[in-house]
């Protein structure tokens, strides 16, 4: 069983920068696709981006340029780096693990319990 715990969330104005960490046990991060989604007001939860083998992808057209992903394999950690945050950017943040015969899924993941993230002046 995977297990995903969340960290680093909490308050930033506009502009301002946070960065999540996500630590993985019960499995090792570097054999599985590991990603970030999130969950703002009146949103499905959606795909931010995920990193895999072969890199790290941004996926949602709004964080493009301001986020980023990155992993360490030896702390067994994801991180998201978020940048030049703004008020729509307010949501709960999920780290997720792919299961590795499954797609990416809202259903199929494994999933961290959630951090929220508020973007406020």
């Known amino acids: 069983q995977v297990h995903l715990v969340e960290s680093g969330g909490g308050s930033a104005h506009p502009g301002g920068s946070l960065k999540l960490s996500c630590v993985a046990s019960?499995?090792?991060?570097?054999?599985?696709?590991m990603g970030w989604y999130r969950q703002t007001p009146g949103k499905q939860r959606e795909l931010v981006g995920t990193v895999i083998s072969a890199g790290a992808f941004i996926y949602l057209d709004s964080v493009k340029g301001r986020f980023n992903i990155s992993r360490d394999n030896a702390r067994n950690t994801v991180a998201l780096k978020m940048d030049r945050l703004k008020f729509e950017d307010t949501g709960v943040y999920y780290c997720?693990?792919?299961?590795?015969?499954?797609?990416?899924?809202?259903?199929?993941?494994?999933w961290g319990q959630g951090i929220q993230v508020t973007v406020s002046a």
């Open positions: 997720a693990a792919r299961r590795p015969d499954r797609r990416w899924s809202l259903y199929d993941n494994w």
């Open positions: 019960g499995t090792i991060i570097g054999d599985i696709d």
